[in-house]
């Protein structure tokens, strides 16, 4: 029998939406409890001390979310959380079995969080012109599989791996972020940005790839974009207007 799994997550955020990605695709039951993070549970440090989401409770009994046992077993930080249910998942769905393309799946991981993630927030949250995002978008492209033994659907062929897992998120909330201008930049740069996105040829590759990774339906069934669409902005609004 399998041991409980209690997801703390919020819709706004990208690091929880892997973890929710990763549990529908591994097909481990859990329970989802959604926090506000502009108003956490009091009882919230219980699960994860320094109140980020995600995190989640394992094992220990089965008792409502939000009265958290004390005899789980809380983790945090996503990139742990979904690599820790690839382990509980039986034959470990998320890596290759192939040592080389698990490697590359973790390199790629690696890039992401090292090159482009830094320039997604400084764009997206900080307004800081997107120069900068689109030569790391460029960079991450080159990693893709593109012809020969190594093209596919996904990051390291056609195996959905926790790259993808991992990418997915920040991609969906990119490409909201632009197409309906809300973000950290200035009103109307949005559409313009979107614009070389979905158009520059510079992308298309990573168009593709980006294309197949929302036909997945563990995406499908975990990202409400209108919700997200309207947490963002309210958040937003508030920032620009101070």
Not at 151 to 179: I, Q, W
Request: glycine share 6%; hydrophobic share 40%; proline share 8%.
């Amino acid at each position: 029998m399998a041991r409980q799994i209690t997801l703390y997550t919020s819709v706004i955020c990208p690091f929880a939406h892997r973890a929710e990605i990763a549990l529908e695709e591994t097909g481990l039951p859990y329970k989802r409890y959604e926090i506000d993070l502009s108003n956490k549970p009091e009882w919230y440090p219980s699960v994860n001390p320094v109140g980020q989401v995600p995190a989640i409770t394992y094992g220990g009994p089965d008792v409502p979310p939000d009265q958290p046992a004390p005899e789980s077993t809380k983790i945090a930080e996503s990139l742990i959380i979904i690599d820790f249910f690839n382990e509980l998942a039986p034959n470990h769905p998320l890596l290759p079995t192939d040592p080389v393309l698990r490697a590359r799946a973790r390199f790629f991981i690696e890039s992401f969080s090292s090159r482009f993630f830094p320039q997604w927030f400084a764009a997206v949250l900080k307004g800081e012109g997107f120069d900068k995002l689109w030569d790391a978008l460029e960079g991450l492209q080159a990693l893709l599989p593109t012809s020969g033994t190594t093209s596919g659907k996904y990051a390291v062929g056609e195996e959905y791996t926790l790259a993808d897992v991992a990418v997915a998120p920040f991609f969906a909330r990119l490409e909201v972020a632009l197409r309906e201008d809300v973000g950290g930049f200035a009103e109307g740069e949005g559409p313009k940005a979107y614009k070389v996105l979905t158009e520059d040829a510079r992308f298309a590759r990573w168009r593709d790839y980006f294309e197949n990774l929302k036909e997945r339906e563990s995406f499908k069934r975990t990202w409400d974009e209108e919700k997200y669409k309207e947490r963002f902005s309210a958040r937003i609004s508030g920032a620009r207007k101070a």
